[in-house]
């Protein structure tokens, strides 16, 4: 096809002729027949000049951390024995992974090959498909372009942002890396404890009575393994309860709250298994690097949170720890919250505060301060996470939480 210099040079073309008959002079037709001639060569030039070429894709690494660096290197080679016109590049990538670039290069003899690379930034979680690369073959005089799309992708992950957590919640198992699922027993301490403080909804048959006895407030028996140690972390999808977009999204808070508290208690010893859909019975337990990839790729979609919830109350809960990483959750939501949470010793609620990332937009979505109040009122250890806020810091409020926990569930015992 002619670009814009060659339809201009056509167009002239075509004015000289027009001139050349209204004042008689032949010179103008001349120049004219001239212009279009270098424009038919400039055609001939690009089709029938090579346009075999091969590409061959490298890209380091094929998984980025968040925030992390890339790259990605083409080796373009020229199959045909003929050689190639004028070239220009220009692979597909997504804006948030690379900035679009166009590389110009000289005609590519027969059986020669050229190196072209450029960098890969992990600002954006998620999936990304690089390629196909575009392929311009154009004239020495820029008059005709002929695009063609070269065979060949790849695919780059973008990990979740992982932020370190610090270590103090009551968790079963080892506190330091025993592995995954695979923790190594410690002879004592608060996370191998046999029994716990009461919280409401427990059942009465748990008590343990020379405990309770003992410590003067009612006590319950830990029935979680120190041998075998798992958690369970919930992350909430819901499509119209999350707000913002891109990177700032509330969408991306809870993902990176959820990877966050994963790869914790993946490090403390625990098998984790994550919920983020409805399905039948408990979700299998994973590891780390399996889980990342997956919430690489979670996306929001239109799920009932109560769906959700409904296998962790029958059986599927995985452990009896329970991370909940959600949006301020309305009241069915809450009692859905609570009585999965009855399954569990230890009880973890994230709430992403969502209207905070769109501040655009009319709060609509229930107040997450008094959901916050009532999580704790069951037992929870409870955090807001408002947009800009540090996950670090909202984690260590869960650890000082236990003076509060104690109030409630006292509270409830005696009530």
Same mark, same amino acid.
């Given at each position: 096809?002619?670009?814009?210099r060659?339809?201009?040079?056509?167009?002239g073309? +075509?004015l000289?002729?027009?001139?050349?008959?209204?004042?008689?002079?032949?010179?103008?037709?001349?120049? @004219?027949?001239?212009?279009?001639?270098?424009t038919?060569?400039?055609?001939?030039?690009?089709?029938? @000049?090579?346009?075999?070429l091969r590409?061959?894709?490298?890209?380091?690494?094929?998984?980025?951390?968040?925030?992390?660096?890339?790259?990605?290197?083409?080796?373009?080679t020229?199959?045909?024995?003929?050689?190639?016109?004028?070239?220009?590049?220009?692979?597909?990538?997504?804006?948030a992974?690379?900035?679009?670039?166009?590389t110009?290069?000289?005609?590519?003899g027969?059986?020669?090959r050229?190196?072209l690379?450029?960098?890969?930034?992990?600002?954006?979680?998620?999936?990304?498909?690089?390629?196909?690369?575009?392929?311009?073959?154009?004239d020495?005089?820029?008059?005709?372009?002929?695009?063609?799309?070269?065979? +060949?992708?790849?695919?780059?992950?973008?990990?979740?942002?992982?932020?370190?957590?610090?270590? +103090?919640l009551?968790?079963?198992?080892?506190?330091?890396?025993g592995?995954?699922?695979?923790?190594?027993?410690?002879?004592g301490?608060?996370d191998?404890?046999?029994?716990?403080?009461?919280?409401? +909804?427990?059942?009465?048959? @748990?008590?343990?009575?020379?405990?309770?006895?003992?410590?003067?407030?009612?006590?319950?028996?830990?029935?979680?393994?120190p041998?075998?140690?798992r958690?369970?972390?919930?992350?909430?999808?819901?499509?119209?309860?999350?707000?913002?977009?891109?990177p700032?999204a509330?969408?991306?808070?809870?993902?990176?709250?959820?990877?966050? @508290?994963?790869?914790?208690l993946?490090?403390?010893g625990?098998g984790?298994?994550?919920?983020?859909?409805p399905g039948?019975?408990?979700?299998?337990?994973?590891?780390?690097?399996?889980?990342l990839?997956?919430?690489?790729?979670?996306?929001?979609?239109?799920?009932d949170?109560r769906?959700?919830?409904?296998?962790l109350?029958?059986g599927g809960?995985?452990?009896?720890?329970?991370v909940?990483?959600?949006?301020?959750?309305?009241?069915?939501?809450?009692?859905?919250?609570?009585?999965?949470?009855?399954?569990?010793?230890?009880r973890?609620?994230?709430?992403?505060?969502?209207d905070?990332h769109d501040?655009r937009?009319r709060?609509?979505?229930?107040?997450?301060?008094?959901?916050?109040?009532?999580?704790?009122?069951?037992?929870?250890?409870?955090?807001?996470?408002?947009?800009g806020?540090d996950?670090?810091e909202?984690w260590?409020?869960?650890?000082?939480a236990?003076?509060?926990?104690?109030?409630?569930?006292?509270?409830?015992?005696?009530a």
């Amino acid at each position: 096809m002619l670009t814009r210099r060659g339809t201009g040079l056509l167009g002239g073309a +075509g004015l000289l002729w027009l001139a050349s008959q209204v004042f008689g002079a032949p010179e103008l037709q001349i120049a @004219a027949v001239a212009m279009v001639a270098l424009t038919a060569v400039a055609v001939a030039t690009v089709w029938l @000049a090579s346009s075999h070429l091969r590409v061959e894709r490298i890209t380091r690494p094929a998984r980025l951390s968040f925030g992390d660096r890339g790259s990605v290197t083409l080796t373009i080679t020229n199959d045909s024995r003929r050689p190639t016109p004028r070239l220009r590049f220009r692979d597909r990538a997504p804006a948030a992974l690379a900035d679009p670039t166009t590389t110009s290069l000289p005609p590519l003899g027969p059986g020669r090959r050229v190196d072209l690379s450029y960098p890969l930034r992990g600002d954006q979680r998620g999936v990304a498909h690089l390629g196909p690369l575009l392929a311009e073959f154009r004239d020495p005089f820029d008059l005709v372009v002929r695009r063609r799309d070269l065979p +060949g992708t790849s695919t780059v992950t973008v990990r979740p942002r992982v932020v370190p957590l610090m270590a +103090g919640l009551p968790l079963g198992g080892a506190s330091g890396g025993g592995g995954e699922g695979r923790p190594r027993p410690q002879p004592g301490g608060e996370d191998l404890a046999e029994v716990r403080e009461y919280v409401h +909804g427990d059942p009465l048959k @748990a008590i343990h009575w020379a405990s309770t006895a003992h410590r003067g407030k009612l006590m319950v028996r830990n029935e979680e393994s120190p041998q075998d140690p798992r958690t369970t972390v919930l992350l909430d999808l819901r499509r119209d309860r999350h707000r913002g977009q891109g990177p700032t999204a509330s969408l991306e808070t809870a993902v990176s709250a959820a990877a966050s @508290a994963t790869a914790h208690l993946a490090a403390r010893g625990q098998g984790v298994a994550v919920v983020d859909r409805p399905g039948p019975g408990a979700v299998p337990v994973r590891t780390l690097d399996d889980w990342l990839d997956h919430l690489a790729e979670v996306e929001a979609s239109d799920v009932d949170l109560r769906q959700v919830v409904a296998p962790l109350t029958t059986g599927g809960l995985v452990g009896s720890c329970l991370v909940a990483v959600v949006t301020a959750p309305d009241a069915s939501d809450l009692q859905s919250l609570v009585r999965a949470g009855r399954g569990a010793s230890l009880r973890i609620g994230i709430l992403v505060d969502a209207d905070s990332h769109d501040p655009r937009a009319r709060r609509s979505t229930p107040d997450v301060d008094a959901a916050a109040a009532g999580l704790r009122a069951a037992g929870w250890r409870v955090t807001v996470v408002r947009a800009g806020d540090d996950l670090a810091e909202r984690w260590t409020e869960l650890l000082h939480a236990r003076r509060s926990a104690r109030t409630h569930a006292a509270a409830a015992a005696t009530a």
